[in-house]
């Protein structure tokens, strides 16, 4: 105890030793604006020693620093958050879309990772890895046991140093040893292009890293040599990333000078408007822009800007709402804070961020928003939008969902291993445009599944579970038990028969993971798009000027 003390007064002589300071600062006049918060902050250095001084167990300081920065910002937004040193380098790929490494994603497959997606051109795809190979070793170390983070770890590294990989092969089963370079990879916003209908040409986003303008725009010039005549641009899915980026993209379809957004925030200082710089490419040329749910921050600027211009018409379901701007500061220590300083407007002065943080639908879209809080406003010629969270697109068409079965079957990994097998059995290739799963490639699926468990629980079986428990506490069970079994047994949850009922989307989803081996994303994407919901409609639509031009120059939008 003796000891204890001891340790105890050193340590907070040297702690208060820092914050002299501080407090000589924040504490000199309690009628201070800053009194509370040097108060507050004082409370809290204090928690945080005795914590870790006089706890009987030992804690980790850098665990309950993020904790507590957790519990800060948690009534706040839900963007703002500590990035400590550890996960900086995370964030930089996140923004910028480069990395050193070999060029693959990777997933948990038992004891060991497996390549999950080998980028196509770059280290592990000329190395040969296939998807499906099992990582053993990173240079020289057993990676049996290692979470995917932390072989991610050991794989990323310097552009030009060595990288030696010991590889269970997929299609012959030996064990080889894999040397290779890493490289300085580049992912490109632009995941998929090419000509969809006759002068109609399709560009697929995905998000918005450094320099993701210059893929869209490299994109268009060469689907303009091959004739096109309007353009669909596909940014469902795309969670946004690097404003500067929305505008330049805009800067292409726009007239220099034209102002497409604005931040506003609480200090002036985070105020700012932007206005396209360069010449466009094409202010003319029939553009619809496809969006859905996830669509969010610098893709809802870019789909927003371009409807309260009357540039593009939009097709698809309402975005995901996030106006908010974040800004990156240092904290000491190569910590950072990812924190909320502005909102973003876009032309016709409405944000696009949802009114409630918090509450959101189930698939973490905007939710229902009460009249009272919509507010209208109007495109350059007139349109009537709304604010409330999100964009509103011009045609609404219904949202694709893959049951929950056939998500289980994916999560648990049976389809990518049944497409690891149908690829070691038929390497002669398939067609990129015409391949289908035939008949018998589907029932030697179901056999594949004959001894495998799925973990699963359907959403309507739960609520059927929650709604008799309550129904037990509330005295109604008896009346309504027989009623209740009726339902259940209609619902039974049967491997067999959900085989048979989600054959549609388990059909679908094998079909992709089957063509990603032999033709990469770009080929599933080409593969997909004539069957696509989205781009059906917007081929439709481009095809009927006169109707394109109604939307953009009359139509309102819907208020909800």
Request: proline letters at 3%.
């Amino acid at each position: 105890m003796k000891e204890l003390r001891k340790k105890r007064k050193g340590l907070r002589a040297i702690l208060l030793s820092g914050v002299v300071v501080l407090a000589g600062g924040l504490f000199m006049a309690a009628s201070s604006p800053d009194f509370a918060l040097g108060r507050n902050l004082q409370i809290l250095f204090n928690l945080f020693r005795e914590l870790n001084l006089m706890y009987v167990d030992p804690v980790d300081p850098d665990q309950m620093l993020k904790d507590a920065a957790e519990g800060m910002v948690s009534r706040l937004d839900p963007y703002t958050e500590l990035i400590p040193e550890s996960e900086m380098s995370d964030f930089e790929i996140m923004t910028t879309g480069k990395y050193g490494g070999m060029g693959a994603m990777i997933r948990k497959s038992g004891d060991y990772v497996m390549i999950a997606q080998p980028y196509r051109n770059f280290p592990a795809d000329k190395a040969g890895l296939v998807i499906g190979d099992l990582l053993l070793e990173v240079n020289g170390q057993d990676i049996k046991g290692m979470e995917v983070a932390a072989v991610s770890a050991l794989l990323k590294g310097a552009p030009g140093t060595s990288l030696k990989l010991k590889v269970k092969k997929l299609l012959s089963g030996e064990t080889e040893e894999v040397s290779l370079k890493r490289e300085r990879i580049t992912i490109s916003g632009v995941t998929y292009s090419g000509m969809v209908a006759d002068s109609i040409g399709y560009i697929a986003h995905s998000d918005f890293t450094e320099d993701c303008s210059s893929d869209i725009r490299n994109a268009y010039m060469s689907l303009k040599k091959q004739g096109m005549k309007a353009l669909i641009l596909d940014l469902r899915g795309n969670g946004g990333g690097i404003l500067q980026e929305a505008v330049k993209i805009l800067s292409m379809f726009v007239p220099k000078g034209t102002e497409v957004v604005r931040m506003q925030g609480r200090q002036k200082q985070t105020d700012a408007t932007f206005i396209t710089q360069n010449e466009p490419i094409d202010t003319d040329i029939p553009l619809v822009v496809l969006v859905n749910s996830t669509s969010a921050s610098a893709s809802e600027i870019v789909a927003g800007a371009l409807q309260d211009l009357d540039r593009a018409v939009l097709i698809g379901q309402r975005t995901f709402g996030k106006g908010l701007v974040q800004s990156t500061l240092p904290l000491g220590y190569n910590a950072y804070v990812k924190l909320t300083t502005a909102k973003y407007y876009i032309p016709s002065g409405r944000c696009i961020q949802a009114i409630d943080y918090a509450h959101r639908a189930e698939d973490g879209s905007v939710g229902v928003v009460p009249d009272s809080l919509i507010r209208e406003y109007t495109t350059r010629q007139g349109r009537k939008v709304y604010d409330g969270g999100g964009i509103m697109p011009d045609v609404r068409i219904p949202a694709s969902y893959y049951s929950n079965f056939a998500i289980a079957l994916y999560n648990n990994g049976f389809i990518e291993d049944y497409a690891n097998e149908y690829y070691k059995r038929h390497r002669e290739g398939i067609d990129v445009d015409t391949f289908k799963l035939s008949e018998s490639d589907y029932q030697d699926f179901v056999r594949f599944m004959a001894d495998k468990t799925v973990d699963f629980q359907s959403e309507t079986k739960e609520a059927l579970d929650q709604l008799r428990k309550k129904a037990e506490r509330d005295k109604y069970l008896d009346r309504i038990s027989d009623e209740l079994t009726a339902i259940e047994q209609k619902i039974q949850e049967n491997k067999e028969s959900d085989l048979v009922s989600f054959r549609d989307d388990i059909t679908r989803l094998l079909e992709g993971e089957i063509l990603l081996r032999y033709h990469y994303k770009e080929g599933v994407a080409r593969h997909n798009l004539p069957t696509d919901p989205g781009v059906t409609e917007a081929v439709k639509l481009l095809n009927d000027r006169a109707r394109y031009q109604q939307i953009l120059s009359s139509q309102d939008t819907e208020r909800k």
